[in-house]
């Protein structure tokens, strides 16, 4: 078993914290089962959404075990409890989907169809909106990209994750904005030249004598995977159909830590990965208007996609509606995966759990803010509205060095490198070591919260950094 160091009092700030845990190399873990929950924002403070593997024994370069301190969630969330169970409650009657008038296929059919309807509920989907499963986020943005009409055009930010920011054939980037207000107006710019604006009520129509002869597209994020700050989403959307445009979000890290509305909000297709909320299983969506999805051609041509198929060649017509791009046999344990995870998300106190996400981030960027050598990369303003990501450097140290520094002697899981968004790293990591006034390297960390985060890994995470400044 191992060696049990006292935790440090809960009343204690980040900085006294850190300052007390840095005496000796991993002092203040807490052995591997002994759980936490200190402040009273344990996992245990949301009921019905526990996560697997909240108390995973990890040795440490010394020789200790302690329980894992994941922080790592936005690269992939870990297992809801009540996901692994409707997918093993499933797992006796698997069967094939939309493919048999037997009762395990009735059952998996069913199934499958009522996750569809569970994923448009968490989305507030209209009525006439497509809700199609995919792999991931990557893949339903490329779905999409495969999906838009003719000579239609692009418009993101340089921002963006590559996910969303390679699929477009025809793409025009506009330079990271420095604020929501200067996102609205380079976008309003754009679209002043790519087209002209259009009568309320008609977004994605033809957009008249602008520059450009097809639709246009506007592509944005949620919520930043590098930064986790909010983007004025409903803004952006009034914007693009003020000029007849479309909207798309990438949502991979807005749905799980904030509610997202299609109605509401007015975007016009939204794309998230069952990963990141909480049910890895291979399933992600895209979701929104009917039209450009029923009039392309089928993602992936195969069975299931086909309302006919003739002797002759070219003899098909295939479905419109979602099976138009769900070729092949289904993920349908993926499927009920993730609408198992948005159904109790869904079901949750959803205010209570971003209060305890903020205090949680609170509680890390304050700690950081006091470490010498320590830079937080953002691009807009420190007191932005964001979920719980933060990415930063530490002068002088390689960031692959300081994740394994956390892993090896503190038992803590976090990401480094650009983290699938290289135009944005490089460009943050220059700004942030600008503010700092020492150079930074060319990769950064990356710490994110999710459900399961006690603040006994973000004091964790602090006294692991402590040590390693201190060292330097």
């Not at 000796?24 to 959404?49: K, Q």
């Not at 329980?67 to 409707?86: E, Q, R």
């Not at 980037?173 to 002043?192: G, T």
């Not at 007849?244 to 807005?254: H, T, Y």
Request: glycine share 10%; charged share 20%; net charge negative.
């Amino acid at each position: 078993m191992a060696e049990r160091v006292a935790a440090p009092s809960p009343a204690a700030t980040p900085a006294d914290t850190a300052s007390a845990l840095s005496a000796a190399p991993g002092a203040g873990l807490t052995e591997a089962g002994a759980g936490s929950g200190a402040d009273g924002v344990a996992p245990a403070a949301l009921p019905g959404l526990a996560v697997l593997g909240d108390q995973l024994p990890v040795t440490l370069a010394d020789g200790r075990t302690v329980d894992y301190a994941n922080l790592d969630y936005a690269a992939t969330a870990p297992c809801l409890s009540a996901v692994a169970d409707a997918v093993n409650e499933l797992l006796p009657w698997h069967a094939s989907v939309h493919r048999g008038a037997g009762a395990a296929s009735r059952r998996c059919t069913l199934a499958y169809e009522r996750a569809r309807q569970s994923v448009a509920d968490f989305l507030d989907a209209r009525p006439d909106d497509h809700v199609i499963f995919t792999r991931n986020t990557t893949d339903a943005l490329n779905l999409l990209a495969r999906a838009l009409p003719e000579q239609t055009t692009v418009v993101g930010w340089a921002g963006e994750h590559h996910a969303n920011l390679l699929p477009w054939p025809r793409f025009v980037r506009l330079p990271v904005p420095d604020s929501p207000d200067a996102a609205l107006r380079s976008l309003a710019a754009a679209l002043a030249v790519l087209c002209a604006p259009v009568r309320p009520g008609a977004p994605g129509a033809a957009s008249g004598p602008g520059s450009v002869a097809g639709p246009v597209l506007v592509a944005v994020t949620g919520a930043s995977n590098v930064t986790g700050e909010v983007w004025p989403v409903e803004r952006l959307a009034a914007v693009a159909h003020r000029y007849g445009a479309r909207i798309a979000v990438d949502a991979a890290q807005l749905a799980v830590h904030r509610p997202v509305s299609l109605r509401e909000s007015g975007v016009d297709y939204v794309a998230l990965s069952g990963h990141k909320l909480y049910a890895p299983f291979g399933a992600g969506v895209l979701a929104g208007r009917a039209d450009w999805l029923d009039a392309a051609p089928p993602y992936l041509a195969g069975g299931g996609a086909t309302e006919h198929v003739g002797d002759a060649t070219h003899d098909v017509r295939w479905h419109t509606g979602p099976a138009r791009h769900e070729a092949g046999t289904p993920n349908l344990l993926g499927a009920v995966a993730l609408a198992t995870a948005c159904e109790r998300i869904a079901a949750a106190d959803r205010r209570a759990i971003d209060e305890r996400e903020q205090v949680l981030l609170r509680r890390l960027r304050d700690g950081l803010a006091q470490l010498p050598r320590v830079a937080e990369l953002r691009a807009f303003a420190a007191d932005h509205d964001r979920v719980g990501i933060v990415s930063f450097a530490v002068a002088g140290v390689p960031a692959s060095a300081v994740s394994e520094h956390l892993a090896n002697r503190y038992g803590i899981g976090v990401r480094d490198g650009l983290f699938c968004a290289h135009p944005l790293g490089r460009r943050l990591l220059g700004e942030a070591s600008a503010r700092l006034g020492l150079p930074l390297g060319g990769t950064a960390v990356r710490a994110s919260i999710g459900l399961g985060t006690t603040p006994e890994h973000v004091d964790r995470l602090l006294a692991g950094l402590r040590e390693l400044v201190d060292a330097g």
